[in-house]
Every structure is written in C-alpha cells, then in structure tokens.
C-alpha cells in the first residue's frame, strides 16, 4: 500500500510517500524557522498561511521524486492533531480533498503517534512491546506501547516540555529559534565541571517530569554571570552544557525507573529532542546497564516531518481504519484515545 503523508502541525511543512512493501519511496521537508525567527518562536498565522503556500509544490515534488502520480496511490495521511489549530487545517483540508477526489482511504493521524512510530522507519526498529520517551516542543512523556494503538501513559511533564525549556533557555543564552541545536552546539564547547544544575523531581518517586525550576535555576544563574548587559561566550556555552547534562540526566533516570516498572527491555525514543546526541548517549549507556535496547529515529526523522505521518497511516489504513469525510482537526488530543489495530 503506497500513502501519501502530510505533515502540517507547527512550523515543517513535511511530505513523503511511504510503502508498506518498498519502504519509504520519498519524502521532502519545508522549515519556516526563517520566517518565525525574528519574532523568537512560532506566529501561528504565518505559519498557516506558508503551510497553504508550500504543501502543494512540496507534494509534486514527493511524487516526482517517487517517480509516481497521484493516481498510483493507495491511501492519504494526514496530521489532524496535536497541534496549531489554523496549521492542522491546511493539512487536514488538503489531504481530506485530494483522498475524496482521488477515492482512496484518508486518515486523520495523531502527530505523536508518528514521532512514536518513526524509528520503525529504520532498518533494525524496535520490536512491541517497549517504553517511549516522547520528546518533543509541546510534549514530555513516557508511554508504554504493547502494540500501534495501545498506549498506556505513565509519565508526563507538569509543565513545560523538554524542547520547549531548550527553547527558552536558548532564548536566555541569546541563541536563536528553535534553541535545542544551538543550546547543544554551543554545549560541545562548555566546561564540564563549572555548573552543576538540579535534576528536577528525580529525589521522589514517580515518573513524572518539571523542567520550569531547572529553568529559573538556568534564568538566576545567567543573570548572576551577567556584567553590564554582557554574558561572555565561555560562561555561555558552560550553561548550556550544565542544562543540557541536567535534562539528560533527569530522563536516564527516569527512563531506568520506567524500564523497572514496566518490566520491559526496550527504549524508544522519539520526538525533536531526541535529535540531541547527549541525551542519546547517556540514554544508550543507561539501557546497556539494564541489559535493554535503546531505539530512537535517523535525524531527519527525530523533528516533524512527513515519513513519520505517512507511515503511522499507512499502518492504521492496513487494519482498515479511516477518516470519515469531515474535515475536523484535534489541537488538543489524548494519545491514550486512540484504537488500536484489532
Ligand atoms: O518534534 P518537533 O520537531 O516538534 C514538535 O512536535 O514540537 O520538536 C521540536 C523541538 C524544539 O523545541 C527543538 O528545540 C527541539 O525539538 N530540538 C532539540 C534538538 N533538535 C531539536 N532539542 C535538543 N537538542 C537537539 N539537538
Ligand atoms: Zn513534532
């Protein structure tokens, strides 16, 4: 089955064919990190009205790339929520137009379920049932998956999300948006032993997270090396690398806690954040300690992307499910909710 994926929840407009035989066959990206750079993070308007400018070339050149016409496809997939309502939209009424059109089996997908999926995406991915660490600007959480569609949550941030504080502790910094690269950039150059930041809520039980006081703790401690308006580049990168090693710190030891309560082996992990090779490192160290696995996507498919989409669609559209002919978006919408497969 061969699915067109669209993916349009934030600032990537995302595209790409997925087969369920041949793999993934093509898939192009559009960032809007320029135009939503100078206002230091993402003007929902904007981003919608680029979304409208971008998913049509983005999808011809998909096809052309895959060597394939719009006629040679066996379902569509877009991204219906979580997400930016107006963003959600462009997708869901592009993607709901051209599957009535076409006559094929269009899907509404969940964006986390694709990031959840996408190292599935890679040659040795996991296997079911594993833990995921989804990771991303607008979620934290920890997730047991027995199979596609049978999530179970059992841990979650109370208040920001992991990309979310890279963002804004990138913002104090005086790094530019989306900060998790730069905060992790600059982090390569930092001395290891200067700082030493709290790993939040890892001294009690539980699996939940909180990233806003390590961030007030990173806000105090910039202010306090702040002379005359100046933050020197040494002290700088030295933050960030006591940041980034406190958010990797903080999830290995809850990702050993869930490993343990879960009974389980494997660790997924997923989402834009997980793009950080710190936190990746310190991740995989961890999961050979508990003689587990540790999975987590190829680059280009850690950050919002079309592959992700296309796949969890394709997944979904195979067990015979799909969307009716509304077009509805859900910018708020529980992971937990979803059917499963059979
Ligand atoms: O999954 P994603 O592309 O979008 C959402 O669904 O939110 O994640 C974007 C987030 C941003 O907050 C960005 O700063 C963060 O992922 N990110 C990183 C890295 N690359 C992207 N954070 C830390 N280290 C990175 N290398
Ligand atoms: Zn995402």
Same mark, same amino acid.
């Given at each position: ?74 379902? !569509? ?37 694709? $990031? ?16 995921? !660490?989804?990771?991303?600007?607008? $979620?934290?959480? !920890? ?38 690269? $730069? ?41 306090? $090396? ?67 696995? !540790? ?48």
């Amino acid at each position: 089955m061969k699915v067109l994926g669209i993916e349009t929840s934030c600032d990537e407009t995302g595209i790409a064919v997925y087969d369920s035989e041949q793999g993934l066959l093509a898939d192009a990206l559009y960032s809007q990190i320029k135009l939503h750079q100078k206002y230091g993070g993402v003007v929902p308007e904007l981003a919608s009205r680029d979304h409208i400018r971008k998913t049509l070339p983005l999808i011809r050149e998909v096809m052309e790339k895959a060597d394939m016409a719009l006629t040679d496809l066996d379902g !569509l997939a877009y991204t219906s929520g979580p997400g930016l309502a107006g963003a959600l939209m462009v997708g869901a009424a592009i993607g709901r137009s051209l599957g009535m059109t076409l006559g094929i089996p269009t899907i509404g997908v969940h964006h986390m379920e694709g $990031h959840l999926l996408a190292p599935l995406l890679e040659e040795n991915g996991p296997q079911f049932p594993f833990v995921a !660490l989804l990771v991303s600007g607008g $979620h934290t959480q !920890l997730v047991e998956v027995a199979a596609i569609g049978k999530y179970k949550l059992i841990g979650e941030s109370l208040d920001d999300a992991a990309g979310e504080a890279f963002d804004k502790v990138a913002k104090m910094l005086g790094l530019p948006y989306p900060g998790g690269p $730069h905060v992790a950039r600059v982090a390569e150059s930092g001395n290891r032993d200067r700082f030493r930041f709290p790993r939040p809520m890892t001294n009690r039980p539980g699996l939940d997270f909180s990233f806003s006081g390590l961030k007030t703790f990173t806000l105090n401690t910039v202010q306090e $090396h702040t002379v005359d308006g100046i933050l020197d580049e040494q002290t700088r990168d030295d933050i960030a690398w006591a940041f980034q090693e406190a958010v990797a710190d903080t999830m290995v030891i809850k990702c050993r806690r869930a490993l343990r309560h879960s009974g389980m082996k494997r660790l997924v992990l997923a989402g834009g954040v997980s793009a950080n090779k710190r936190l990746r490192e310190k991740l995989a160290v961890m999961a050979e300690e508990e003689n587990g696995e !540790l999975h987590y996507p190829g680059f280009a498919y850690c950050t919002d992307n079309g592959a992700m989409i296309a796949y969890a669609g394709c997944m979904r559209l195979l067990a015979g499910q799909c969307s009716d002919l509304s077009i509805q978006v859900k910018p708020r919408w529980n992971l937990e909710t979803l059917p499963a497969l059979d």
